[in-house]
């Protein structure tokens, strides 16, 4: 399989843990995209990379996020003190430099629930 | 701001009809990018079509086509003889250029239910 893959596909956490997820973008791939998605809505922007240099952070992405692409290849997304408003969809996706020919292609995403 | 909007919240049609999905889109960019992706119940994110700014050509693909209307600002997506296959989220989202080329700007979707 050579699309964008993220693990784990769920998980379900105790408030105030601290979770990890990881991506695997498409190899040639030298932008990588973190999105949020909460139930009803659409994807929002939270931060991405271009190699391994993390270029832009939505103001979405509060201290207790960090995320990292050591070596521009995946990338790891850690939510620190987890709350119940952090249960949401995280997707990764990739892409090329934008150019008029580029889309992102997105992961399976995972999902956390905070109980 | 860039922002895209689906009024359609919810359509839900039977088999073998032809299903219209909305966009309006906003940008302040020139040039700028928009995108249709499809979620099934699955979670992943299905890219189906980009069409550039300066190219106001509709597209058709099989039973999918697209209407790009820059006059106003709409891109609107139609699924001719629906299957029940076709049921998913439909997004319509948005890429601008120059310093906003990093992110997509999404509308909140519409659940398109094919029934059989």
């Known amino acids: 399989d050579t699309g964008v893959s993220q693990n784990p596909r769920h998980k379900i956490t105790k408030r105030g843990q601290n979770v990890t997820f990881r991506c695997d973008p498409i190899?040639?791939?030298?932008?990588l995209y973190w999105y949020r998605q909460t139930l009803g809505q659409g994807p929002e922007f939270l931060t991405y990379?271009?190699?391994?240099?993390?270029?832009?952070k939505s103001r979405l992405l509060s201290d207790r996020f960090s995320a990292e692409r050591p070596k521009g290849s995946f990338s790891t997304l850690e939510i620190q003190r987890t709350e119940q408003g952090d249960s949401a969809m995280y997707l990764c996706?990739?892409?090329?430099?934008?150019?008029?020919?580029?889309?992102?292609?997105f992961g399976q995403g995972t999902r956390l629930t905070v109980v | 701001a860039q922002k895209v909007t689906q009024a359609q919240t919810e359509i839900s049609v039977v088999e073998k009809e032809d299903v219209t999905l909305d966009c309006v889109y906003e940008?302040?960019?020139?040039?700028?990018?928009l995108f249709w992706y499809k979620q099934p119940p699955s979670g992943e994110l299905v890219f189906l079509i980009r069409?550039?700014?300066?190219?106001?050509q509709n597209e058709i693909s099989g039973r999918y086509s697209w209407n790009f209307q820059k006059s106003t600002s709409s891109f609107n997506f139609t699924i001719t003889a629906s299957q029940v296959v076709d049921s998913a989220v439909y997004f319509c989202?948005?890429?601008?250029?120059?310093?906003?080329?990093?992110?997509?700007?999404f509308g909140k979707g519409t659940l398109l239910t094919v029934n059989p």
């Open positions: 996706a990739s892409s090329l430099l934008p150019s008029r020919n580029t889309e992102a292609f």
């Open positions: 190899s040639e791939h030298n932008r």
């Open positions: 990379f271009q190699n391994e240099a993390q270029l832009e």
């Open positions: 940008t302040r960019d020139t040039t700028y990018y």
């Open positions: 069409r550039n700014s300066f190219d106001e």
């Open positions: 989202a948005l890429r601008g250029s120059g310093g906003s080329n990093y992110k997509l700007t």
